[in-house]
Each structure stands twice: as C-alpha cells, then as structure tokens.
C-alpha cells in the first residue's frame, strides 16, 4: 500500500512552497492520470498537495487578441466554450476525440499536458523500464510494440505521448505559462515536452517545484479551414495510432499559411516548420500532402510490430488536409 501525506493549496504562492520543500510530493487536480498510475504502483508519492482551490480555472481573453485557458480549466470547459468552439475549433475537436466524457468533466487542461504514457511497459512494473527505472532497459523495443513511436526514439525509449488536446496545441502554437520560486516563465508548447534521449523519465522541460498557471493560445485560430484526423484500435476511448492536426488558411485553392502536426507518433507532438514551409503558396493537392507527409516522416523508423504506422500516418496526413482545405464546401 502506498501511504502519503495530504494537503490543500489556497494560493498560488502556498502550492509552489509546500512541492518545493518536499521531493516526492506531487501536484493532484482531476487525477485521472495520477491516481491510476499510485493504483498501479508506478508513482509513490510521499505527498499530494490538491490544487483544485487554485484560482486557474479561468477561460479570458489573452494578450494580443488570443485566449487564455486557465490550468484548471476542464477538458469540458475548453472544448464547449463559446470562443474556443468559434475561433480554436480544431482544439475542440481534438479534445472531443479524446478520453470519454466523464474523463473530460474532470481532467484539467495543466493535467493533460502532464499525463505521462500509456506505453504497457511503462505501467508493467514487472518489466524493465528506463522511463519508470532510468537504467533498466526498455522492453517495448523487442516487446509487442505495435502502439510505439515512429519518430524521435532512442535506444532508451520508444514510447508516445499521449494526448489529443496537446496535437491541436502545437499546431496551433500555444505557449504555456508557469510560475515557481524562480517566478513566472513562459514555454512555447513546442518546447514543454522532450524527446527521450538518455533521460526518458523527464517528460517536460518544467524546472523543479514549477507549476503550470495557463495556456495562451494565439490570436490566429484557422477556423475556417481545420481538421482533426485520430485512427485507432476502435472508435471510442482508445488513444491514437496516429492523429493529425491540421490547420490550413486558404487564398482561394492555394494555401497561405499551413500547420501540421502529428500525435501517438513521438514522445511529443510532432512538427516540422519544413513541411509547413513546403506548403505555403501551393495548392492543397494531395501531391502536395504527400510531399509535406515525406518531410514530415523523413526520419521515421518502425520497430516491428509498428512499421505499418508510417503508411498509416502518410495516409493520415493527406486525408486531414483534404478535410482541413474542403472546410467550407462541406459547412
């Protein structure tokens, strides 16, 4: 049985105190990431400080026309508001596609971007792990691996990240702000969550003691020309083979500006700012999806029983960019 210690933050300033002065403590808001992973036996901490008093559950205007989503939002909350459902629809529809909606009523928008993953491994603690025990190995390389990443891996991990909402973050380039001793910062989404290299047990670039106070997104949406694409094993509650987060701005057939991004591929939502580049000023054919896949998928590399995820995601990519460009034909 895991024991620990319980106490309840009021204030910003109390929380950051109260996990910087205690290494095993642990942040707590929805807990339907943490408290799995305690029933499991994967994380002990020695103390949980509920957050959910925090005054972070905000959705407002943001700087420069953008939206700010408080940390303690609800997945809920973001994905049926007024301003997220008419100016960030692609968000919505990534949210929407993912968790059921009883997760969604309670899992948190700082939550999500810290879920670790779902890699059967990682959650085996039977089995070697670098993510769960840095050294050990990693037994999804030579495993059963057919959910593992195609991009970004090393020798020490090949898991993914698993989030839907974070795919439609990084395409539409929000920044995460954050607060700890040291004061306020801010963290482009691109560069929150890290690849494994040789240190797979560290998923994000938060400092210790930091905790996440909110999600800017920019003023630029790409309403009119978005899509949502998440193939999995079965069409509800599973998360991603792959996903594909696409956001387009058309000058009539022509694209203008181009976001892609692809999920359950890498230890992070995966972008390249060549494939976006390549796309600028060609027309949304899927020749031109194809070749935006290409640089997109350039490194990938499959370890078996996943290889088939390369394909998969070339035929994601291109039908997500035919939705996102076809937008107001359909409507």
């Known amino acids: ?21 205690e290494g095993g403590a642990r942040f707590i808001a929805g807990g339907t990431n943490l408290l799995d992973l305690m029933k499991e036996n994967v994380e ?3 103390r949980l400080i509920d957050i959910t008093h925090l005054p972070l559950g905000e959705i407002r205007p ?28 692609l968000l919505s529809a990534a949210i929407l596609a993912g968790a059921s909606p009883q997760l969604r009523n309670m899992a948190s928008v700082g939550g999500n971007l810290m879920q670790r993953t779902r890699c059967p ?34 020798e020490y991990c090949i898991a993914t990240h698993p989030s839907d909402m974070c795919v439609a973050l990084a395409a539409l380039r929000a920044v995460v702000h954050v607060t700890g001793p040291a004061g306020d910062r801010a963290i482009p989404l691109a560069e929150f969550h890290r690849l494994p ?6 998923d994000t ?3 210790p003691a930091e905790i996440i106070t909110a ?18 094993e079965r069409t509800s509650y599973a998360f991603a083979l792959v996903s594909v987060a696409a956001a387009l701005e058309m000058d009539g057939e022509t694209i203008s500006e181009a976001r892609l991004a692809l999920g359950g591929v890498a230890h992070k939502p995966w972008r ?25 998928l350039r490194e990938a590399r499959g370890f078996g029983d996943n290889d088939f995820k390369i394909e998969l995601a070339r035929r994601a990519i291109a039908r997500a960019m035919a939705q996102a460009a076809d937008m107001r034909r359909r409507a």
């Open 1 to 21: 049985m895991n024991t620990f210690t319980y106490t309840r933050a009021d204030d910003v300033g109390s929380a950051v105190r109260a996990i910087a002065t």
């Open 44 to 46: 002990h901490p020695s």
């Open 62 to 89: 943001g700087a420069e026309g953008g939206l700010r989503l408080g940390a303690l939002a609800t997945n809920t909350d973001v994905a049926y508001h007024p301003e997220v459902e008419r100016r960030y629809p």
């Open 121 to 154: 491994y990682f959650y085996d603690t039977a089995t070697p792990c670098n993510k769960r025990e840095p050294e050990t190995g990693c037994s999804a390389i030579d495993g059963v691996n057919r959910s593992h990443a195609i991009l970004g891996t090393s």
């Open 197 to 202: 290299g040789d240190t797979p047990h560290v």
């Open 205 to 207: 670039n938060l400092r």
């Open 215 to 232: 999600v800017e997104l920019p003023a630029r949406g790409f309403a009119d020309h978005h899509a949502y694409v998440k193939v999995r």
């Open 272 to 296: 390249d700012p060549e494939a976006d580049a390549l796309l600028r000023g060609r027309p949304a054919t899927r020749e031109n999806a194809q070749r935006a896949a290409g640089v997109l």
